[in-house]
């Protein structure tokens, strides 16, 4: 009988080791879980912000022509005045 017992005292140890083994398991899966979730956030803050970043390239884009169209007109304009200045100062 003492034998018997002696058993099963080692399967009741076993099954306690295997239940901490488990329990251990389920925290990493959780963790796991929790690190995937972030992962899909940060993936889904990237994708907004690189949309923004393809609207900020487009308006960048738009800026510069119009800054080189004024910038332009405004050597255009300053050219002619210093040629107006000198014509109109020779007589």
């Known amino acids: 009988m003492s034998d018997e017992f002696g058993r099963l005292e080692r399967i009741e140890i076993k099954v306690d080791k295997l239940t901490t083994v488990i329990a251990d ?3 990493v ?3 796991i879980a929790a690190g ?3 992962v899909s956030r ?3 803050r990237m994708d907004i912000y690189e949309d923004d970043i393809g609207d900020l ?3 960048v884009q738009a800026y510069t022509s119009s800054v ?3 910038e332009r007109l405004f ?3 300053i050219t002619a005045l210093v040629g107006a200045i ?3 100062g020779k007589t």
């Open 29 to 31: 899966e959780e963790r």
């Open 36 to 38: 995937n979730d972030r």
């Open 68 to 70: 080189k169209t004024g």
């Open 57 to 59: 390239k487009e308006a």
């Open 25 to 27: 398991i389920v925290r």
């Open 75 to 77: 050597w255009i304009i």
């Open 42 to 44: 940060l993936e889904h």
């Open 86 to 88: 000198v014509f109109f």
